[in-house]
Nanobody, 127 residues
Framework: QVQLVESGGGLVQPGGSLRLSCTTS????????VAWFRQAPGKEREFVAA????????YYADSVKGRFAISRDNAKSTVYLQMNSLKPEDTAVYYC????????????????????WGQGTQVTVSS
């Protein structure tokens, strides 16, 4: 199974920022839609943000809209999740996922429709 690699997690105080990265050595992420999901202890995995292959479309969960930003660096075949104004309720393991849909503008917030996943990176927001 294809593995993505997340990095950038850590411990941060409320109101702080982190930038997560997602990449893989197995293929170019430039040709895939990429999404971030998160899972807090005792809760189901939930959608956070996604970006289409074309970069034209992005989509955010209401809980992170205005605070998080997803972006691509095609030269590095990497997708980032910039997280600002972090709150304790953002504490979770964050996963990136990729899908090679035919339509370059498609993005969907459904975990089951993504083919490749990473192992996750822990984000803890606490004072």
């Amino acid at each position: 199974q294809v593995q993505l690699v997340e990095s950038g997690g850590g411990l941060v105080q409320p109101g702080g920022s982190l930038r997560l990265s997602c990449t893989t050595s197995e293929f170019s992420l430039n040709h895939y839609a990429v999404a971030w999901f998160r899972q807090a202890p005792g809760k189901e995995r939930e959608f956070v943000a996604a970006i289409s292959r074309s970069e034209i479309n992005t989509y955010y969960a209401d809980s992170v809209k205005g605070r998080f930003a997803i972006s691509r660096d095609n030269a590095k075949s990497t997708v980032y999740l910039q997280m600002n104004s972090l709150k304790p309720e953002d504490t979770a393991v964050y996963y990136c996922a990729a899908a090679g849909w035919k339509d370059w503008n498609t993005i969907v917030p459904v975990a089951g429709l993504y083919d490749a996943w990473g192992q996750g990176t822990q984000v803890t927001v606490s004072s």
